[in-house]
């Protein structure tokens, strides 16, 4: 267990529809990561925040955005979903910025019908 | 081109077999480079963790980098079948301090007893 904490496990929706996905990062760490693991696309870095601020940014569609609160637990607010959407999306948290090591969830598996 | 490009197997090896796990990357100016071992239905987990050129040993584990021909490797000595599980190369593409996590799509390892 990495201690970080991913919500809900599953979701099923359908198009044109809007998702949230929650993550709260390990205890202590300022840093989180949003990532999407599709079978053709294999897993690919979407944004970062760290402490509340955004930092980096990926290939995140402008459908998507992201947000860290001030308790640091960070939101992945998915809309207008496609079926492309499909994936797993994945959190992880690391110490800083810079650090080298990031802790990653288990996963919320996004199915859009 | 993929920025980091990656066999996605599967390979198949008995129990106590050496494997070889292999990335190429594109861009010569990365120096951060790791592996991932990722088990099914699981999140990524660090396994090994390699800076600029060189090799570095973990237990059964050894990463290798060779930066003139661009090329990242694990081998896994004595394997055993907990080791069955997807690898993943990754690339840190900083050039600001914060990390920024290029993957692969991954290698499916399946050890048979």
């Known amino acids: 267990d990495s201690g970080v904490t991913q919500t809900p496990k599953h979701l099923i929706t359908a198009t044109g529809q809007r998702v949230t996905l929650r993550c709260s990062p390990r205890?202590?760490?300022?840093?989180v990561y949003w990532y999407q693991q599709s079978l053709d696309q294999g897993l690919q870095f979407l944004i970062q925040y760290y402490n509340g601020e955004e930092r980096a940014k990926g290939n995140i569609l402008e459908r998507f955005s992201a947000q860290q609160f001030p308790d640091l637990h960070s939101e992945l607010n998915l809309s207008s979903l496609e079926l492309g959407d499909s994936a797993l999306y994945f959190c992880?948290?690391?110490?800083?910025?810079?650090?080298?090591?990031?802790?990653f969830g288990p996963g919320t598996r996004l199915t859009v019908l | 081109q993929k920025e980091v490009e990656q066999d996605p197997g599967p390979l198949s090896v008995p129990e106590g077999a050496i494997v070889s796990l292999n990335c190429t990357y594109s861009n010569s100016a990365f120096q951060y480079f790791m592996w991932y071992r990722q088990y099914s239905r699981k999140g990524p987990e660090l396994l090994m963790y390699t800076y600029s050129s060189g090799n570095k040993e973990d237990g059964r584990f050894t990463a290798q980098v060779d930066k003139s021909s661009k090329y990242i490797s694990l081998f896994i000595r004595d394997s055993q079948p907990s080791d069955s599980a997807t690898y993943l190369c990754?690339?840190?593409?900083?050039?600001?301090?914060?990390?920024?996590?290029?993957f692969g799509t991954g290698t499916r390892l399946l050890v048979s007893p």
């Open positions: 992880a948290s690391s110490p800083s910025t810079g650090n080298n090591e990031q802790f």
């Open positions: 205890s202590g760490d300022l840093s």
């Open positions: 990754a690339i840190d593409e900083r050039n600001t301090g914060f990390q920024k996590l290029v």
